[in-house]
């Protein structure tokens, strides 16, 4: 998938693309993370375009980039410790960087958020106080194209880190299995690239006895992928 053998450029800002091997459909979604909000890094305005994505009010999107730049720790511990908890936030400021998107679900306005839904807008591995707009999702650049001027940062270029995603369906029994991580081009490794982290996949539908795709996965993922996809599919 990362050598470019494939014919076609699978893209890179959480599109679905899928392909047929045998009886097995797979469908992938892969997403570039400077297309995604760093929660250490971003300012509080784009941090809150990013809660508005999440479909949020503007005033409730501010209050939670607000608890998130408290949460994440203050450069004067003593105006820390002073500041009081926020309605929207966790019950008790980390004072720290996120480690993990996962974090946000101990603010009590995201805890009924789905995890992937996070995912899908924000990241830790960025390091970025701005966002790509080439490989943003398309949650995120609907909610920037209707703040046009408001002085979000973005910027364009990779950073080499992306989240995949991975569904297995089975022509007749629905979804056989599925995966999600996120990882970083790596040159030491003989594969080219390793793994940072776990990532949630979105909640996988069941289309038992349909058909979704007639692409083969040579031409999608090239040719190495596509027999490690023939291997486990027999």
Not at 75 to 96: C, I, L, M, R
Not at 161 to 178: L, M, T, Y
Not at 189 to 202: E, Q
Not at 224 to 233: G, H, M, N, S
Request: glycine residues 10%.
């Amino acid at each position: 998938m990362a050598n470019g053998s494939g014919t076609e450029k699978l893209p890179l800002d959480s599109t679905p693309a899928d392909c047929r091997s045998g009886e097995f459909t797979f469908g992938v979604r892969v997403q570039d993370q400077s297309g995604l909000i760093d929660l250490n890094a971003a300012d509080a305005h784009l941090l809150s375009l990013g809660f508005a994505s999440l479909g949020f009010d503007r005033q409730t999107s501010e209050d939670l980039a607000e608890a998130a730049i408290q949460f994440r720790g203050s450069t004067n511990a003593f105006a820390a410790q002073a500041e009081p908890a926020t309605s929207v936030g966790p019950a008790q400021d980390k004072q720290a960087p996120f480690e993990s998107v996962s974090e946000l679900q101990e603010f009590s306005a995201l805890a009924s958020t789905p995890p992937h839904d996070l995912y899908d807008v924000f990241t830790v591995f960025s390091k970025r106080g701005t966002l790509s707009l080439d490989s943003a999702s398309s949650r995120l650049r609907t909610v920037l194209a209707g703040a046009s001027g408001s002085g979000a940062s973005t910027t364009q270029g990779s950073i080499g880190a992306f989240s995949v995603e991975v569904i297995a369906r089975r022509d007749g029994s629905g979804i056989a299995g599925h995966a999600g991580f996120v990882s970083e081009k790596f040159p030491a490794s003989a594969a080219g690239f390793r793994r940072l982290s776990g990532s949630p996949v979105a909640e996988p539908t069941n289309h038992a006895g349909t058909t979704t795709s007639s692409r083969d996965c040579d031409a999608l993922f090239g040719t190495a992928v596509a027999q490690i996809l023939r291997r486990w599919a027999s």
